[in-house]
């Protein structure tokens, strides 16, 4: 029996590299005269955020930084809160040179402790928990038609994807926030919280443009501790 088989290729985003590592990040945090003295730590968190991802050869390099928050009693029984910002750095070994990889990186905190050394310097051992995935441009054949009457064709509709590009940017955003007249004063802030959302985007010849906003969370002492 002879098939007419036709035959269309597709683009798809292939998987090439898939792994988690783990990184550590010690380091000492020095307490200002003005946060007063650390006679208590109430709690303690780290947030990791990834800067940037290169790759040369078969060596990706992944920098990025953490912000240690840390709550404390100073020698007054008063709640205080510090924060420090800690850079960081990690090779890893690919295994294979991929042409127009392209990567997606995010991490957490896997472990956190931390101490206070003396009464102004918190010592601080952590481990953060990076997953990075690479993917690449790859192109599959798929059988679109048989030309055989005796032949049944189960046909169906799947998604496929042609990728372009792959592009990260990080940008500043500065805003000054005045609270309501019902709201009490600030006297230190304890946390804070911002999550963005996009609400829009649109392509301009070779440019994104996207619009959203933030929304942003503190939780703060006034000038009384209440």
Do not use: W
């Amino acid at each position: 029996m002879e098939l007419n088989i036709t035959r269309e290729q597709v683009c798809i985003n292939d998987i090439c590299f898939n792994q988690n590592v783990e990184h550590g990040v010690d380091f000492d945090v020095n307490i200002p005269d003005y946060c007063g003295e650390v006679h208590k730590i109430l709690r303690t968190s780290l947030i990791p955020r990834i800067s940037s991802k290169n790759v040369n050869g078969q060596t990706l390099t992944v920098d990025g930084n953490v912000c240690f928050n840390v709550v404390f009693l100073d020698d007054g029984n008063h709640i205080r809160c510090f924060e420090e910002t800690v850079s960081f750095s990690k090779s890893i070994d690919m295994g294979e040179t991929y042409q127009f990889c392209n990567l997606v990186a995010n991490a957490k905190c896997a472990y956190l402790n931390a101490k206070a050394v003396n009464q102004h310097r918190v010592s601080v051992h952590s481990v953060i928990d990076i997953h990075i995935k690479g993917y690449v441009r790859e192109t599959a054949e798929i059988i679109s038609d048989i030309d055989n009457p005796d032949v049944y064709v189960n046909r169906g509709d799947t998604p496929t994807t042609i990728p372009v590009a792959c592009v990260e940017k990080n940008i500043i955003v500065e805003e000054e926030l005045s609270l309501a007249a019902t709201q009490h004063p600030i006297g230190s802030i304890l946390r804070y919280n911002v999550v963005p959302k996009i609400l829009s985007h649109k392509t301009i010849n070779d440019k994104i443009i996207a619009k959203g906003e933030l929304c942003v969370d503190v939780l703060y002492l006034t000038a009384d501790d209440c």
